[in-house]
């Protein structure tokens, strides 16, 4: 498997951990460094480490039930240890909001860049997601 497979596997895998549920997963993929950061167009909006990002999508993930994605015009570059991945990302699921027990569909189109860095395999360093206004 190449590199940019590789970096596109991990990629998956973090986004599968909103299908399966499996968030045991997401530590395995991101780096645990102080050097770990992430940003999201959902609040918080700050900059985050790694045990706020982790925390915050189990969260994310574990309120959205049928979860599905499709990432699409994928793109990554490789320097020497490094991959950059851009792409744009389309998110549906039914969110949950578990204390009035309804519920609201939701299609969510959005941008994704992922930092990698291999050490010895890849793993996730930074990410930041966005939506796309429609």
């Known amino acids: ?14 986004f599968e951990a909103g299908r399966t549920k499996d968030f045991s997963i997401l530590s395995k993929i991101q780096l645990n460094s102080q050097k770990f950061s992430s940003f ?3 609040p918080p909006y700050g900059l985050k480490d790694y045990s706020e990002s982790i925390a ?3 969260l994310r993930f574990s309120s ?3 979860y599905n994605y499709e990432i699409k015009n994928e793109k990554t570059n490789i320097f020497d240890s490094v991959g950059i ?4 990302l389309e998110q549906k699921g039914m969110l ?5 027990y ?3 569909y939701m299609t969510i189109n959005g941008r994704a860049t992922f930092v990698l860095i291999k050490k010895p395999t890849w793993k996730i360093v930074h990410y930041h ?6």
């Open 64 to 66: 959205i039930t049928d």
């Open 96 to 100: 949950v909001d578990s204390q009035t």
């Open 56 to 58: 915050l999508e189990e």
């Open 85 to 88: 991945s851009t792409f744009t």
């Open 40 to 42: 999201s167009d959902i």
């Open 1 to 14: 498997m190449s590199d940019e497979q590789e970096i596109l596997e991990v990629i998956r895998t973090f």
């Open 129 to 134: 997601l966005d939506k796309i206004s429609n």
């Open 102 to 104: 309804t519920g609201q």
